[in-house]
């Protein structure tokens, strides 16, 4: 399987701090050793960073924990190859462009007998992630007007995801710069940090930090994450079936899928 | 305006000795300083990096340079900004995806009074640059079948690139892996290393190489650039309104547009 990790702020934040634990689970305290990727929106543009080996020994892993990069919507994956040959082709994040905006998607789980309708965007590599990134894509390409509210295209979201999700593990980041759309099957979980700012130290690594001395009393940063990243906070654990869209690192919009409409669509 | 570099290889090679000298124009020997980026074919995937700031300052640039990132096609440029503000959304080269593969692009030059024709892609970024990739993809997406021989999408490009020059400079790097198209209306040169491989030095930087400790006697690099690189080799030079068609090193297809064609469009 692998790993997931988000974040939604209201200021332009680096990821070092979270980052630098996640990456650790990449072949040093975790199995995710297939391939990393990160994706840092900056204004309207993604600077990306992938490889197809080790997070936890990658030279460029190395300079993304300690060159901050800020960002108000970053995505990032570590990979353990089920479907898919290890390569960089198959390795996550993946980006598309629609209406003119570039969307990025990273997903954890896998779906049984998962069939993707034909439509404009097509996977380049052969994992069944990237094939629903693209059954998504077209999907709200099919059905949402172009200036689609955002309203309308999480509903549509929520829709799609429920359908994924009844078909065997479907955790999901999704964002196209503006708002981050996140679901839950099996395990996620949050945190939202906002003055007065702490202390937080990492579960993978020995590092401690104090939010306060990097931060102004106005920024709120939320995490996104399938296993929390530290110990001494306390994370909000998603429900399974739940679904939370996040702009400028708030939640705005959620709900919760009964398991049997989750298994209905 | 700007510089390109591109690499074609019939094996994978790194591009640490050009991109050095490359980047070096990037705000210390030239004044191409409003961002840079490089994107590098692995099979079918491809690893980019991008920055808004000066190449020659960069820490990411300086990673790239000296972290050997072995690749059959690549494509770099560095920019000195005329149309767009200067941000990542605006840094080349672009990337969309068209019929399962990723296509890169990067372009030097400016169109007077383009105006790109409505379709699927759409730039993300407020470059002339972006739209004109945009508008590559459209028409070809229209007018090629999905499994359209190389020489078609060739027919194609050459067609769209004489239209191009016709409104002014289009100097033009274009891959989707598999090949790398060339077109050039004011400035490129290209040169080709084979054995037996000798040393070469830059021009922007005190740096020489031995192609022959690096290389077997079977390879095959070229590597195309807006201005020459090296101080000791001859580069050919393109004629304007040149195009060539770069495949595992080597030229596979070219010609020379006539100014009077090239207008005629």
């Given at each position: 399987?692998?790993?997931?990790?988000?974040?939604?702020?209201?200021?332009?934040?680096?990821?070092?701090?979270?980052?630098?634990?996640?990456?650790?689970?990449?072949?040093?305290?975790?199995?995710?050793?297939d391939g990393w990727g990160v994706a840092f929106y900056e204004g309207?543009?993604?600077?990306?960073?992938?490889?197809?080996?080790?997070?936890a020994s990658s030279r460029i892993a190395e300079v993304v924990q300690t060159?901050?990069?800020?960002?108000?919507?970053?995505?990032?994956?570590?990979?353990?190859?089920?479907?898919?040959?290890?390569?960089?082709?198959?390795?996550?994040?993946?980006?598309?462009?629609?209406?003119?905006?570039?969307w990025v998607f990273a997903h954890n789980g896998q779906l049984n007998h998962f069939r993707p309708s034909d439509g404009f965007y097509e996977p380049v590599g052969?994992?069944?992630?990237?094939?629903l990134f693209c059954?998504?894509?077209?999907?709200?390409?099919?059905?949402?007007?172009?200036?689609?509210?955002?309203?309308?295209?999480?509903?549509?979201?929520?829709?799609?995801s429920r359908g994924y999700a009844a078909q065997g593990v479907f955790n999901l980041l999704l964002s196209n710069g503006d708002w981050l759309f996140t679901y839950c099957t099996t395990k996620m979980?949050?945190?939202?940090?906002?003055?007065?700012?702490?202390?937080?130290?990492?579960?993978?690594?020995?590092v401690t930090v104090d939010f306060e001395s990097e931060t102004t009393p106005d920024d709120v940063v939320s995490v996104i994450v399938t296993e929390p990243l530290t110990t001494d906070e306390t994370w909000d654990i998603y429900e399974p079936g739940e679904w939370r869209l996040w702009q400028r690192g708030?939640?705005?919009?959620?709900?919760?899928?009964?398991?049997?409409?989750?298994?209905a669509d």
């Open positions: 399987m692998c790993e997931l990790l988000a974040m939604s702020a209201n200021t332009p934040t680096d990821l070092c701090f979270s980052f630098t634990g996640l990456t650790r689970r990449g072949g040093d305290t975790g199995p995710h050793k309207r543009g993604v600077r990306c960073f992938h490889d197809a080996d080790a997070s060159h901050p990069i800020k960002s108000e919507v970053a995505i990032c994956h570590i990979r353990q190859a089920n479907v898919g040959d290890i390569c960089l082709a198959n390795t996550h994040p993946f980006m598309r462009e629609l209406w003119g905006r570039y052969t994992t069944d992630s990237e094939a059954d998504i894509l077209n999907h709200l390409r099919t059905n949402c007007p172009r200036d689609a509210a955002m309203e309308t295209m999480v509903s549509q979201l929520v829709r799609l979980a949050s945190i939202t940090r906002r003055a007065p700012f702490g202390p937080a130290r990492l579960r993978d690594a020995d708030e939640v705005v919009m959620s709900g919760i899928e009964a398991p049997d409409q989750r298994t």
